[in-house]
């Protein structure tokens, strides 16, 4: 011990030394499992739940698939976003005008449309002045994948994306795959979707793929034990499908979503 300094004082320094590093490493570590943890929702999750906060699903119904009565129009109904959306929208940008503008540049153009729109009790509002561009392209990706667009071009895919709708996997997963709903108790709060940046995490290549849909767990999780905790926790489990597979189910099922991944379906 220097001379003059009591030996007190040194036991004190040495304490908030100690003290500090266990604060960095309490840090470092609540970093780590916040990193874990954190919500990381795609575009098209985001702008489902900004279509409920703005009040879409009041005229275009639950999730955009029930448009309700219109008195007043040809049609009577408001349009959904999965049969009738392709009657008032031929690609992404017209979706994107009728979300911003109201209407599209050749509807606007059009007076018997003009005419058509006045006659009905309800009326496409105009968000561009309410949400941000980034808010709008959130709903565009949205009403874009409840509307089913861009369809898969390979049979394979195709096929892999109708036996899910098939299975019932989309009851949970959303429209193709690509909603991630509220699943509390679980380690992220949501069902996870196929083309999210958690998948990665839940599914290590297609032979825990195929673990998962056959048996409803993977071998890896079915032996962690804070992954059965929080499974355990969660009210909305994954079914196990063994039974009911046709001999290429689970080969159509990764395809297509090694399609969704690849960015095929739109953005993330």
């Known amino acids: 011990m220097p001379d003059g300094v009591p030996r007190a004082n040194v036991f004190r320094v040495k304490l908030r030394q100690i003290a500090l590093a266990a604060l960095v490493v309490l840090l470092l570590a609540a970093a780590a499992i916040y990193t874990q943890i954190r919500p990381r929702i795609t575009a098209v999750e985001r702008g489902r739940r900004l279509a409920e906060a703005t009040g879409c699903f009041g005229c275009h119904g639950p999730e955009g698939i029930h448009g309700t009565s219109n008195p007043g129009r040809e049609e009577q109904t408001v349009p959904d976003w999965q049969g009738s959306l392709m009657m008032y ?25 003009k005419a058509a729109r006045r006659s009905g009790a309800l009326r496409m509002p105009a968000f561009g002045r309410r949400l941000s ?51 509390p108790g679980s380690f992220k709060g949501y069902v996870p979707s196929w083309d999210g940046p958690d998948f990665p995490d ?4 297609k032979d825990e793929f195929r673990q998962w849909v056959e048996h409803g767990v993977s071998d890896r999780f079915r032996r962690n034990q804070m992954a059965q905790f929080f499974l355990r926790r969660a009210p909305l489990h994954m079914p196990a ?28």
Not at 96 to 113: N, P, Q, V
Request: charged share 30%.
């Open 89 to 113: 929208a031929d690609n992404e940008e017209d979706v994107r005008e009728w979300i911003r503008d109201g209407s599209t540049k050749s509807r606007r153009a059009s007076e018997s449309w």
């Open 133 to 183: 561009k980034n808010d709008i392209e959130d709903l565009v990706a949205f009403v874009m994948a409840s509307a089913g667009h861009p369809e898969p071009k390979d049979s394979l895919v195709t096929q892999g994306r109708d036996r899910a709708e098939a299975l019932g996997c989309m009851g949970c997963h959303g429209v193709g795959g690509r909603f991630e709903r509220s699943n």
């Open 202 to 205: 839940l599914v290590n290549g």
């Open 241 to 268: 499908f063994e039974r009911h597979l046709e001999p290429e189910d689970v080969d159509a099922l990764w395809a297509y979503v090694q399609w969704l991944r690849s960015g095929s379906a739109g953005r993330e």
